[in-house]
């Protein structure tokens, strides 16, 4: 049974920073891309960021673009999405995926594996 298992949410200032973490298990981790994606209240689920299987290629969002990082181990099946100058428009529940699509890699279609969510929330 595939799980992803985020954490590392909470509440942040603007400017400030906040480090998730995205714990896989029941899959062949380096063999999957992953993905990062957020959901804000009465939005729709929104693309962040992705890695490649061996993380030689990262794309992000324009929105998050020279903000936000992402970064994986596959020794420790662990994503790392690092989030810094945070600001008010970032608050949402960030999610962790997984697939084996080789590309749209910012369609939330792609992936089957999702994590259950992790909430940011970021103060002014």
């Known amino acids: 049974q595939v799980q992803l298992v985020e954490s590392g949410g909470g509440l942040a200032q603007a400017g400030g920073s906040l480090r998730l973490s995205c714990a896989a298990s029941?899959?062949?981790?380096?063999?999957?891309?992953l993905g990062w994606f957020r959901q804000a209240p009465g939005k729709e689920r929104e693309f962040v960021a992705a890695i490649s299987w061996i993380g030689g290629s990262i794309y992000y969002a324009d929105s998050v673009k020279g903000r936000f990082a992402i970064s994986r181990d596959n020794a420790k099946t662990t994503l790392y999405p690092q989030m810094n100058r945070l600001k008010p428009d970032d608050t949402a529940v960030y999610y962790c995926?997984?697939?084996?699509?080789?590309?749209?890699?910012?369609?939330?279609?792609?992936?089957?594996?999702w994590g259950q969510g992790t909430q940011v929330t970021v103060s002014s």
């Open positions: 995926a997984a697939t084996l699509a080789r590309t749209r890699w910012w369609d939330a279609t792609q992936y089957p594996y």
């Open positions: 029941g899959l062949t981790f380096p063999n999957y891309n």
